[in-house]
């Protein structure tokens, strides 16, 4: 849900709030979201693989629960400075924390089921994410507007949508981790 709200909604604020024209601010963040995704895929990954070749069972999960922590505050804060230069600055790091947690969840999801059921549970996984995710994620605008005060206030419900959701998702893969664990160790 975070990293929808972002994306769908990080051209319109860096234009219409923070004055940046449109085709510059498309091109910014482009390359933030592509450089630092990338490099938060392949960072989720590398310490995931470390973690697990420590014995550390739920590493997937815990780093999904890292990542989710991490870019709360990134999250937070990037819709509500006061210029686009800073704003593409915070990005950086919720672009890179963001991609590590979605790196690895697929990872997370395969090894609770046999490998008959794979890509049915991968199949799922995505269903979910995206019909929630972007469902809930995109009503940033519904947030300014009604349960807010306006137009004015879109910086605000970015920011609330964006860092409530970081902040939960790493919260509750931080509470199931546990549980994670025992159920990858009942399969093996």
Request: hydrophobic share 60%; with cysteine.
């Amino acid at each position: 849900m975070s990293g929808y709200a972002v994306n769908v909604w990080t051209v319109f604020l860096l234009e219409r709030h923070l004055g940046m024209a449109k085709t510059t601010a498309s091109t910014s963040y482009g390359l933030v979201l592509g450089l630092g995704g990338a490099f938060g895929v392949l960072l989720g990954g590398v310490l995931a693989d470390r973690w697990r070749a420590r014995g550390v069972v739920d590493a997937n999960v815990r780093v999904g629960a890292l990542a989710g922590f991490v870019a709360a505050p990134f999250a937070f804060a990037f819709p509500l400075v006061g210029s686009a230069e800073l704003a593409l600055f915070l990005l950086v790091p919720l672009s890179i924390a963001t991609a590590a947690g979605f790196g690895v969840a697929a990872a997370g999801v395969v090894e609770l089921v046999p490998p008959v059921l794979r890509g049915r549970a991968s199949a799922v996984y995505l269903f979910v994410i995206n019909a929630a995710g972007l469902g809930l994620g995109v009503q940033v605008g519904w947030v300014a507007e009604h349960a807010l005060d306006g137009e004015g206030s879109f910086p605000m419900a970015l920011a609330l949508v964006g860092g409530l959701s970081a902040l939960g998702a790493g919260a509750l893969l931080a509470s199931g981790a546990r549980a994670h664990a025992a159920c990858v160790r009942s399969l093996a």
